[in-house]
């Protein structure tokens, strides 16, 4: 398992009661049938840890064989963190040099699968559902403009969906991990204060705790509450 997966995995079973809410996805971690679904829902009703392991696949949930298991998480309004791997392509585009995959081709992952998400309808179809996109949810929340425009100007763009992109970007979770206090402020401007979680990154190679912290606490007091902890309260349960 990619490194990067990995990383997710044991940050999320470092807390037992994160077992019971939350889901893991990334990329295309897994292929799963649709009978997996109970399996995946069994596991989690018993605490076990490794049910973080066994998560849908974003990019393929627009699948129909994918939807069964999307509909039980959707039904329990659990929540789903989407982490990136290397995406599909790295090695044609180069992104070994300079190591591009932390930079670029992580948020490119991310973009990607929940760009395809929204335009596919998967938000109207999994209203519930609390999608978690890392790294401040990737290039969307600068892109969300253009994402917005297509839909109004290419029939392809807005055929599966009954909102424009903006919209849906208001549903998204992002975390804090975007290194700017302007990005920053972006995630909260696109997604909304309710919307945005902390993070740090770490244990990353370019993990920045008291960065980001610093950043979080230099948000206007109502936002820097909600999103150094209240959000994530709301949506874990915790």
């Known amino acids: 398992m990619p490194h990067s997966r990995l990383s997710a995995l044991s940050h999320a079973a470092a807390v037992p009661r994160l077992a019971t809410w939350c889901a893991v996805a990334a990329g295309l971690l897994l292929h799963l049938a649709p009978a997996s679904a109970a399996e995946f829902m069994a596991a989690l009703r018993a605490g076990d840890r490794r049910a973080l392991a066994r998560a849908i696949t974003l990019i393929e949930s627009t699948r129909p064989d994918r939807q069964a298991l999307g509909q039980e998480i959707d039904r329990r309004g659990l929540p789903v963190l989407v982490h990136p791997t290397a995406p599909p392509g790295a090695a044609e585009m180069g992104l070994h040099e300079f190591q591009l995959t932390a930079p670029i081709g992580f948020t490119f992952d991310t973009s990607l699968a929940i760009a395809r998400c929204i335009y596919d309808g998967f938000f109207d179809r999994f209203p519930n559902l609390k999608l978690i996109a890392s790294h401040g949810g990737g290039a969307l929340p600068y892109l969300v403009g253009r994402l917005d425009i297509c839909w109004d100007n290419i029939p392809a763009a807005r055929a599966k969906t009954l909102e424009p992109p903006r919209n849906y970007m208001r549903r998204i979770y992002v975390d804090s991990v975007v290194f700017r206090q302007d990005v920053l402020s972006m995630c909260v401007s696109v997604c909304g204060p309710d919307n945005v979680l902390y993070g740090s990154d ?37």
């Open 202 to 238: 770490y244990p990353h190679t370019i993990g920045d705790m008291a960065g980001c912290l610093s950043r979080v606490d230099a948000l206007p007091d109502g936002v820097r509450h909600q999103v150094r902890g209240f959000n994530a309260r709301r949506i874990f349960k915790l």
